[in-house]
């Protein structure tokens, strides 16, 4: 991102297309509301201060709202571009990798009452595998908080989209 690109972009939106930006980058329709609310932003930087702010001062229900705009990690059904590049690392994965990925964001989903939420840009599918397989020790509230901490990365990452997408 060059200079002011992203609030510029984001404040000259309307309230509709500048809420259909935003609910590309995160779920939570309170995160949306938010940010909407915020505008205009001065400066990128206070445009991703408050992304991280709002997100931080949501609940429980908001996070688990926004995991649940995202698909599973090596599913093969990514719903949005998006997510189909994010997860890319599992394309071309084994056999076996993937079926380990299936099993384990099954066996996750069971524990956890939520999509395994990882932020996989620049991942393999190995390492995805990895960090699943290291995180389903957690308990439910520390999982709850890493789960919040990849979507705040997705969701930082996907800000940084809105411009050049």
Known sequence: MTGERLAGYLNALSDERARAALQ???????????????????????????????????????????FAAHPR???GAAVTAWARREQAGADGAAEATLAA???????????????????????TADEMLGALRGRLTNDPATELRVAAE????????????????
């Open 24 to 66: 590309r980058c995160c779920g939570a329709r309170h995160w949306v509301d938010a940010m909407l609310a915020a505008r205009p932003f001065v400066s990128d930087a206070e445009l991703l201060a408050t992304a991280e702010r709002v997100w931080w001062g949501l609940g429980r229900a908001d996070w688990l709202e926004a």
């Open 150 to 165: 990849e979507q705040a990365k997705i969701t930082r990452l996907r800000l940084d989209k809105l411009v050049v997408s």
């Open 73 to 75: 990690i090596g599913g």
């Open 101 to 123: 990925l299936a099993q384990g964001n099954l066996t996750y989903e069971e524990r956890f009452g939520h999509v395994f939420l990882i932020s996989a840009t620049g991942k």
